[in-house]
Nanobody, 114 residues
Framework: QVQLVESGGGLVQPGGSLRLSCVASGFTFSGYYTRWYRQSPGKERELVATSIEGASYYADSVKGRFTISRDKAKNTVYLQMNSLKPEDTGVYYC?????????WGQGTQVTVSS
């Protein structure tokens, strides 16, 4: 019943933008901190962004370009990605965490290429 569904991925040119969405069902994001990860073949999983009680944290590789946010009414977490680079390519996953409880989605593919 608990489910996170990511969407918004796709093919975008370098310098372009995408907004990823993560919709929760079976629970609400309130009381959880949320994260976005990305994974590319041959690379280690990278923590891209974290949101906890209004504070946001970003990997150095995306700082200044990505923004994590929430819409509580829609029970949705977003990752706004601007000035995209080819190295941003990968599968992006959202997760929700509270203590030892962890939920995550199936991921959405982002490809940055000309």
């Amino acid at each position: 019943q608990v489910q996170l569904v990511e969407s918004g991925g796709g093919l975008v040119q370098p310098g372009g933008s995408l907004r990823l969405s993560c919709v929760a069902s079976g629970f609400t994001f309130s009381g959880y901190y949320t994260r976005w990860y990305r994974q590319s073949p041959g690379k280690e999983r990278e923590l891209v962004a974290t949101s906890i009680e209004g504070a946001s944290y970003y990997a150095d590789s995306v700082k200044g370009r990505f923004t994590i946010s929430r819409d509580k009414a829609k029970n949705t977490v977003y990752l706004q990605m601007n000035s995209l680079k080819p190295e941003d390519t990968g599968v992006y996953y959202c997760g929700a965490y509270s203590g030892s409880v962890k939920y995550w989605g199936q991921g959405t593919q982002v490809t940055v290429s000309s």
